[in-house]
Structures are given as C-alpha cells and as structure tokens.
C-alpha cells in the first residue's frame, strides 16, 4: 500500500542555517505530494504542493522537488528564521480521494 | 471567508468516560468534513469522513463515532473512552473530491485519557 517515510526529528537548527527534511513514499500510481506545517498552537495548513514529477512546490522560501526516480520530495529552505519552527508533515494523496496518506511529522526547532 | 471552529482545545477525561467533540464550519455550504487523529509519534489517520448530512464513512474500527446533524457541524463521541484514544483530535474541510490542496484543518484537541 501508499506510505510516506519522513525523518525523525526533532531537528534543531540555528537561525540562518540550511534546512533539508527528507521525505520518501511508496505508491502504487502517480500520486500528488504535499507538505502541511503546524505552528504551535494552530491547526495545519498547506505549505506546498507538487502534482507530478519533477515540479517544484515552493511557498514562503520553502522548496521541495517532485523526484520520482528517487520517490522523494525532500523540503528545503535557505536560511530558515525562528518563525519556522513548526511540525512539518509530508503527505501523499491519489487523485480523487478522500485520504491523504501522512507522514509522521518532524518538529523543527530554531534557535535565535 | 471560510472559518472551521474546533472545541475544546484540550481535554482531560478518565477512562470509561464518554466523549464528544464538536467541529463547525462556517462560509461554506455541503462540504466534506473529516476527523483525523494524530498519536504521539505518529502520523495523521483519517478517521472518519462525511459528504453529507447523516453520511458518515469509517476508516478504521475503533471505539468511536462520528455524527453529522447539520450541514457544517461534525461531532466525533464516544461512550466509553479508552487510554489508546488519547491523542490530537483534528477536524478538517473540503469542497470537492477532497485532495491535500483543498483540506483545511481546525486548530485540534488534545485529548489526555487518564
């Protein structure tokens, strides 16, 4: 069946740093990918999406890469800030249905 | 605006008590409304969804259930909580045939089963 493997965190990094959190999945189709962040305190909201291979989400700075010779979509920022720190989920979703298939989540941590 | 209203945030009950959380949304008129759970460590698993008043769909048996009265309320009860359903509660929306795209999530309960 459909899974998502995410690293596990948390991950702690300081201000300003490269941030990379590995994402892979396992899918019998050609699945669309997601990451959804949680701030603390708030519910889940879509971060970026990518609906076949080799595009490129991107939203606030964050970036991931549909890879289907790899299945990944590894999230990636530049010089992430204190703001960033969240749990960010990967997911995967078949075309017209109800589940998305969820990573576990990895907690980042910034540190000023 | 579309606004999804979760209550309460947290929750702590014994064992063997009952449960019930609400979830409304507003702005919106027949969407899909889902309940997932989020156990420590884990993933989200979509417990429950609906396409419609008193159209409940379960995805996993559990000590659960869910219940749609009107059109954008969605309540998850149950009548004897046990300690493995304590966790992170989160109610969510749709319009369409769902996708990650167009879910939008409340803020969550945690619920604490002691």
């Known amino acids: 069946g459909n899974s998502v493997t995410q690293m596990e965190g948390p991950v702690t990094l300081s201000e300003e740093a490269f941030l990379t959190i590995n994402c892979t999945y396992t899918?019998?189709?050609?699945?669309?990918l997601f990451w959804y962040v949680q701030y603390p305190g708030e519910g889940l909201q879509l971060l970026l999406k990518?609906?076949?291979a080799d595009d490129k989400g991107s939203n606030k700075g964050f970036e991931a890469t549909y890879r289907k010779e790899t299945t990944s979509f590894h999230l990636e920022k530049g010089s992430v800030q204190v703001s960033d720190s969240a749990v960010y989920f990967c997911a995967l979703s078949e075309a017209s249905n109800y589940q998305l298939i969820w990573g576990a989540g990895t907690k980042l941590i910034i540190k000023p | 605006s579309q606004t999804i209203h979760q209550w309460p945030a947290t929750l702590v009950q014994p064992v063997g008590s009952p449960l019930s959380l609400e979830c409304t949304v507003e702005?919106?008129?027949?969407?899909?409304l889902y309940w997932y759970r989020q156990a420590a460590g884990r993933g989200l698993q979509l417990l429950f969804y609906?396409?419609?008043?008193?159209?409940i769909s379960s995805e996993v048996p559990q000590n659960l259930s869910a219940s749609r009265p009107q059109d954008r309320q969605f309540i998850l009860s149950s009548k004897k909580l046990l300690l493995s359903d304590s966790g992170f509660y989160l109610c969510?929306?749709?319009?369409?045939?769902?996708?990650?795209?167009?879910?939008?999530f409340g803020s969550g309960t945690q619920l604490s089963v002691l």
């Open positions: 969510a929306w749709s319009v369409g045939t769902g996708g990650g795209e167009k879910l939008f």
């Open positions: 990518a609906t076949k």
């Open positions: 899918a019998t189709g050609y699945p669309s």
């Open positions: 609906s396409v419609g008043i008193g159209q």
């Open positions: 702005g919106t008129s027949n969407p899909n």
